[in-house]
Nanobody
Framework: QVQLVESGGGLVQPGGSLRLSCAAS????????IGWFRQAPGKVREGVSC????????YYADSVKGRFTISRDNARNTVYLQMNSLKPEDTAVYYC????????????????WGQGTQVTVSS
């Protein structure tokens, strides 16, 4: 069973950047599609981006297209989310999740979850 740990969150000013990492243990990430999700207080969890097991296919929510980039390094067992031009509405807890099979933006299709990392965008 794979365990996921997110890191890289923090407080950043509008227009700033952060890079989130999702590190895996207990199994090789090369067999898993990975999704990044976020949840703000009082809101439902939403898909931000996802990537196929090989990295060949990536998907983004419309709200982050052109600003966020997902990537993976299977040799390091890590997936990244580079977040640029951050906005206050990006403030949320960000989670990574893994599933065997195709990448999808539907959170309920993911089997394994990290504990989340807080991202706060504020001046």
């Amino acid at each position: 069973q794979v365990q996921l740990v997110e890191s890289g969150g923090g407080l950043v000013q509008p227009g700033g950047s952060l890079r989130l990492s999702c590190a895996a243990s207990g199994g090789s990430l090369e067999y898993y599609a990975i999704g990044w999700f976020r949840q703000a207080p009082g809101k439902v969890r939403e898909g931000v981006s996802c990537i196929s097991s090989t990295g060949a296919n990536t998907y983004y929510a419309d709200s982050v297209k052109g600003r966020f980039t997902i990537s993976r390094d299977n040799a390091r067992n890590t997936v990244y989310l580079q977040m640029n031009s951050l906005k206050p509405e990006d403030t949320a807890v960000y989670y990574c999740a893994a599933r065997r099979g195709l990448a999808t933006m539907n959170y309920y299709q993911y089997e394994y979850w990290g504990q989340g990392t807080q991202v706060t965008v504020s001046s």
